[in-house]
């Protein structure tokens, strides 16, 4: 992610946002511009966002000869990412960990332990869009193994993982449905792709969308197919002195976040998707897959915690 892109439809230009909006949670029918379906794969950053040094368990995922992806640290073994993210042998990944310690930037970077774990029936022969509802993969990490830094320095999974000076720490998940409950209207994308002017950041991004659709109860978002129930959608409507955030590409598998209110400090964040793919039939930015809004696969639901349990991964639902 870069500059969160803030993404936009022809159909809102003329209409009042928060109506535009508001009809479009309750899944009304809409017209959009007749753009080509988004590629899926490397497709999804960050456009319009900003820096930040926070959700250090949010990882960079290197693949194959140059990919990049984004990934999320669901407890000490296992990084939750996408499933088109994870179609890639397995002696082409790694791993790295953006931290902030005594002030300065340090990046821990280390290879996984296991073949990608797909999601039930994903076939990576066929695109995310081809798929909806199932476009997830489960990473594994050696945990005694060491993550190494380009400065020469060694840390344990367990010690990064363990909040403290390194800030990275397991995320605990939610539903949408639980999202749908509190009235929340935006939802917090993080990650390491693009940014609005077609470059990788340094530095992860993070930018908050508008919720599009709860749950595609309809099946269908825009042009896209779109999971009831088993997926969601971001974008945001554009409007004067508004930026068209958005994820976009190297943002795939990135973690979407709500922020639940503590009784006391700042709020925390619950997972509640992973960056799936871009909406077809919306404007994007010039010469970017992105800015129109996107796809993203729910995690809050018994059919994911299934899997995650079946294959190892010990994930806290709140």
Not at 38 to 60: L, M, Q, R, W, Y
Not at 85 to 108: I, M, N, P, W
Not at 261 to 282: H, K, M, N, Q
């Amino acid at each position: 992610m870069g500059t969160l892109l803030v993404g936009w439809h022809a159909a809102a230009q003329e209409m009042d946002p928060a109506a535009w909006l508001l009809g479009q949670m309750l899944q009304t029918p809409f017209v959009v511009a007749p753009d080509e379906e988004p590629a899926d794969g490397d497709d999804a950053s960050i456009t319009f966002g900003n820096d930040t040094d926070a959700f250090a368990e949010t990882v960079k995922v290197r693949y194959g000869e140059r990919s990049v992806c984004t990934g999320v640290l669901v407890d000490l073994g296992h990084i939750l990412t996408a499933g088109h993210c994870g179609c890639a042998r397995q002696s082409t990944y790694s791993v790295e960990f953006t931290v902030l310690k005594d002030d300065a930037l340090h990046r821990f970077r280390g290879p996984i332990a296991a073949p990608p774990i797909l999601y039930r029936s994903f076939d990576c022969a066929r695109t995310a869009g081809e798929q909806p509802g199932r476009d997830l993969a489960l990473l594994t990490i050696d945990i005694e193994r060491d993550f190494r830094s380009t400065d020469g320095q060694a840390v344990s999974i367990a010690e990064l993982g363990a909040g403290g000076e390194f800030g990275a720490r397991p995320v605990a998940m939610t539903s949408m449905l639980a999202v749908y409950m509190t009235n929340a209207v935006r939802l917090r994308a993080v990650g390491y792709g693009k940014t609005e002017v077609g470059d990788f950041p340094v530095r992860r991004q993070q930018a908050d969308i508008n919720i599009l659709s709860y749950f595609c109860s309809t099946g269908r978002a825009a042009r896209s197919a779109c999971a009831s129930f088993r997926e969601f959608s971001l974008s945001n409507v554009i409007a004067p002195g508004v930026k068209p955030t958005d994820t976009c590409s190297g943002d795939s598998g990135g973690p979407i976040f709500v922020a639940r209110p503590e009784d006391a400090g700042p709020p925390a964040y619950a997972l509640v998707g992973i960056t799936s793919r871009g909406l077809a039939g919306v404007q994007n930015l010039p010469a970017l897959p992105c800015g129109g809004g996107g796809i993203y696969t729910a995690v809050g639901h018994s059919d994911v915690a299934r899997w995650l349990a079946d294959n190892g991964a010990q994930v806290t639902f709140r």
